[in-house]
């Protein structure tokens, strides 16, 4: 063996592997490994260093009914294979761990302990669950969702005794009260940072530290959902299926949602929501956040921001949802810029063999500051911007006239824009607005967005590919390019692919070199008749994707599902070279696999990180059997189906050597 090698191998022999195997091997190998050989003393030529050369997963198989105490939990039965440049290869088991479960007790990083998961009100006070007398006590998440992990500069939080690194998690909603009745998008979604001590000799992180954002600035915050880090290292939320303002103060949801906010029913104002908050975190874990209003008020799901610092592409997880992005005047700040809304072209197909995808252009719905766009929601009301039917006027009133049919929130719909309120409807009004001019509002649940930037393909999950998307729905547009003969309701990802130089249908320039141009299907579900265990979609491809994340040193696109069609949802690593797909994880029965981060170094550790939702609400079709022996596993595991977990994967111990030396 060459001097240079042994050296290598002997340095990361004494390193554990934890993160994606610690660190992932390849941050590991590019870290130990990099630079030049040395050369002797003696004038001995130098030896080539040996680095690292790719990485593949080994699958895990689907956990069945002879397990259920593997159904019942995250369950991980994958390895990270790491190929080096001299063709020798090591494997590395992992596993996840939790930083808590919700409801835990955890430190606030005064010496004292704090609800994880907890909910508080417009003052900061907690929301008592009080459905069983006897029983009250804080309301607390089982629905953990969007994260980031990223560290700053310098730090200033007591107590690390290695780096210290920042997770933001924020909750999307937390399911039932104690007395079993739905709680969904009834309470403000809480944010919380996390401050992590990382063991810089294993890169095991420990939570030190838990702060809860405080999110009466943005006037709390409705269901967020996914979320994506900021290239300035800020947390990019996201709030989902926005409140129709026409019928809020009617609705059940909403009201509950503002009597909990605000103590009054009526207080809250549908307009402070589905916008895009900012968490920026502070050196001593605590944070501050912002809604950025000029971004549309649509379903915000997942934001990709482009390496250009400017242009975000943008989830839109709704029926008749939309692909937008929007290009920022400055760079680092989303506070002021260009909202545009995709047009498709002819030869859409969701066949990843098809020889060619389908046009996109774009037309533009405006140009905005956050600030105006607030202040017209602080002082416009729905009937202000435009008029809204549900059947065509004319068949109520022969007279009616400037109405136009639209489609939107799964329905057919006639508006009339008031006059001047165009740069209302377009930010306020979004989705309707968007159809009114023509875009191709027809997708059924865009969700989770990345972006492969070597190769300049940004990736958008599709949860569903029904509705609105076939010919003949109710929802679907004649008059699109989308309109598949049947629906694949197992869902797939779309590849977009980017460039500059583009132009809006209006004829003016797009100031972005990171424009979708093309989209095409990357890979798909497939539905199937329903299984022994109660799936309705092969559990051996993905079903429903929802959170997409892409790892540039790993050339891979990791998927996290949301499914009604696979009993245990899964994260998936799919290489976008090889085309291998690999089932890393397992989530308990009947949750969604949320929270999906993949950070390629991290103070030279590479981390994938991945929580969940909802364990315990089973899919309609699973099998009676199966539900009665995992049931006790989900309530033991995850306080009887009203808590969930926070975590990560990593390896299955911390002794694990890089080379046999």
């Not at 939990?73 to 919700?102: C, E, M, R, W």
């Not at 905005?368 to 602080?378: D, G, M, Q, R, V």
């Not at 007279?399 to 930010?427: C, D, R």
Request: glycine share 8%; net charge negative.
């Amino acid at each position: 063996m060459q001097t240079a090698r042994r050296q290598a191998l002997k340095l990361l022999s004494s390193i554990p592997l934890l993160p994606l195997g610690g660190a992932s091997a390849a941050s590991l190998l590019m870290s130990a490994c990099s630079g030049d050989s040395d050369a002797s003393i003696t004038g001995t030529p130098t030896a080539p260093v040996v680095s690292f050369d790719s990485a593949s997963f080994s699958p895990m198989a689907a956990p069945g009914i002879s397990d259920p105490a593997a159904m019942g939990t995250t369950s991980v039965a994958s390895s990270l294979n790491v190929k080096l440049s001299d063709g020798t290869t090591q494997s590395f088991k992992l596993a996840y761990q939790p930083f808590f479960i919700t409801g835990d007790l955890v430190p606030d990083g005064k010496g004292g302990k704090v609800l994880s998961g907890g909910y508080v009100d417009i003052n900061n006070k907690p929301i008592i669950d009080s459905s069983v007398a006897g029983l009250e006590r804080q309301f607390f998440s089982d629905c953990a969702d969007g994260t980031t992990l990223f560290k700053l500069d310098s730090t200033t939080v007591p107590g690390i005794k290695g780096k210290a690194v920042f997770a933001v998690v924020q909750f999307e909603y937390t399911s039932n009260n104690q007395a079993g009745k739905s709680m969904y998008g009834m309470l403000p979604s809480p944010i919380a940072i996390l401050t992590l001590d990382q063991d810089q000799a294993t890169g095991k992180l420990t939570l030190v530290k838990y702060h809860n954002v405080d999110t009466s600035p943005a006037h709390m915050l409705w269901i967020t959902c996914g979320a994506s880090q900021s290239p300035w290292n800020t947390h990019l939320s996201s709030e989902e299926y926005e409140p129709d303002a026409f019928s809020a103060s009617a609705d059940t949801q909403f009201k509950a949602f503002s009597k909990n906010v605000f103590g009054d029913e009526a207080k809250a104002n549908p307009y402070h929501y589905g916008h895009l908050p900012e968490v920026t975190v502070n050196p001593d874990g605590t944070g501050s956040i912002k809604k950025h209003y000029c971004l549309g008020r649509i379903s915000h799901e997942l934001i990709q921001v482009m390496p250009d610092n400017r242009t975000a592409l943008m989830g839109d997880d709704a029926s008749n949802s939309g692909l937008f992005i929007f290009v920022a005047d400055k760079e680092k700040d989303l506070s002021s810029g260009s909202l545009y809304v995709a047009k498709v072209g002819s030869g859409f197909s969701i066949d990843p063999a098809a020889s060619s995808g389908a046009a996109l252009t774009w037309i533009k719905l405006g140009s905005a500051t956050s600030a105006e766009i607030e202040k017209l929601a602080n002082t416009l009301k729905p009937s202000d911007i435009m008029s809204v039917s549900y059947v065509d006027p004319i068949s109520k009133n022969s007279a009616a006239t400037g109405y136009t049919k639209i489609y939107a929130n799964g329905s057919v719909q006639w508006i009339k824009i008031n006059p001047g309120m165009e740069k209302a409807a377009a930010f306020l009004e979004t989705h309707r607005y968007a159809s009114f001019v023509g875009a191709s509002m027809v997708f059924t649940k865009m969700e989770g967005t990345t972006v492969n930037t070597k190769d300049k393909i940004a990736y958008s999950a599709l949860q569903n590919i029904q509705g609105s998307m076939v010919k003949g729905d109710k929802a679907n547009n004649p008059n699109d390019s989308v309109a598949l003969d049947k629906a694949l309701k197992a869902g797939g990802i779309m590849a977009h692919t980017l460039t500059g130089g583009q132009k809006d249908l209006g004829g003016a320039a797009i100031n972005s070199e990171w424009v979708p141009v093309q989209t095409r299907a990357l890979i798909v579900g497939e539905d199937i008749v329903k299984d022994a265990l109660g799936n309705t979609a092969n559990p051996d491809k993905i079903a429903n994707p929802d959170n997409l994340k892409f790892s540039e040193k790993l050339r891979t696109l990791f998927i996290g599902e949301d499914s009604g069609q696979h009993v245990n949802n899964f994260v998936w690593a799919y290489n976008i070279d090889t085309k291998v797909l690999s089932r890393l994880i397992s989530m308990p029965a009947g949750a969604e696999a949320t929270g999906l981060v993949v950070v390629d170094d991290l103070n030279g550790w590479t981390y994938i990180m991945s929580s969940f939702q909802h364990p315990g609400e089973w899919i309609s079709t699973m099998d009676a059997t199966a539900k009665l022996l995992v049931n006790p596993y989900i309530n033991t595991n995850y306080k009887n189906k009203f808590a969930c977990a926070v975590g990560y994967l990593t390896a299955e111990t911390t002794s694990i050597k890089l080379s046999k030396v």
